[in-house]
């Protein structure tokens, strides 16, 4: 696809969306201040439909007052099984922190149109394959969401502590805010640096995004999640990806860095991954911690195994 068609469905995509955001001041807002950039952009440039459009803000006010939007919406329109549990849907808030915005839905860590089944997943997991069947299960949940017309369209249908998933194929991200280059930061691989500006139209296709896209290997452009960016290499091998061993080598450096038997920083470095079920191993290490288990590599072994089978 062209960079002027690119530029085109991804204004149309926003003009969309804003029409269905009800405060003017907010829509000015995210006019000045959205940035598209991902795998939604990687999608276009080789004709292929996007899954998502993953959308940040510039700056911290205005990811916080998107933050606060979607959530009162979700508390306004709430699914039936919150309708029969008030207190839980009292209980999501956005709180504001020293580098970040977050959502927090106590205990559970998700909140979903789809219903209880996303918070009693693991209460019940019999079958070790099912982890993998679950994030699938969201997927579909989602595109059902899309699917319904009597429903509104860019509701809030999926709400976590790093992002606010929409209908209609909108991913508000919130966990990170800035400039291209600041976002860019968190980023892993090359090719997902491609990006669009509201504000100015502005759309920036990498030399070296494009190279890594056109011969479909992985470059490790080093991230402040390289645990993530480990895990995240497995979708794109799927997907007929390569990387070399020395990809690898650069993200264990990086991860080497990191004191993963510290709880904020295991959870913090599994942002971006199936945090559905990682969320899990992360409640029952630090219920261990609780009970003065000692937090070594043969429990967190045990753990995992308990959680993927």
Known sequence: MQEKTIKSVLKKKLDDWLEHVSVELLRDQIRRDAICTGGAITSLLV?????????????RETTKA???????????NPPSSFKDDPARLVAITVREELDRIKVVVKSQGVASESGTKDYQYFEGLDDPSEPEAFVEQIAKDKEEADKKPEKKKYRPVFLTTNAITLSDKIQLIIRFFGSVEEIHDNYDFIHCTCSWQAETGELRLPNAALVSLI???????????????????????????????????KMAWDLNQL???????????????????????????????????????????????????
């Open 66 to 76: 998107v933050a606060e939007y979607y959530v009162d919406h979700f508390k306004e």
């Open 215 to 249: 011969n479909k290997r992985l470059k490790y452009k080093t991230s402040k999640y390289p645990l993530c960016s480990i895990i995240r290499t497995r979708k794109f091998l799927k997907r007929g990806w390569h990387i070399d061993a020395g990809q690898y080598l």
């Open 47 to 59: 004709g292929e439909q996007p899954n998502d459009f993953d959308i940040y803000f510039k700056t």
């Open 259 to 309: 004191d993963l038997t510290d709880m904020a920083v295991l959870e913090d470095q599994l942002t971006g991954v199936d945090s559905a079920y990682f969320y899990e191993v992360i409640r029952l290490l630090e219920e261990g911690k609780k009970a003065g288990k000692e937090i070594d590599s043969t429990y967190l072994m045990e753990v995992v195994d308990k959680i993927f089978g």
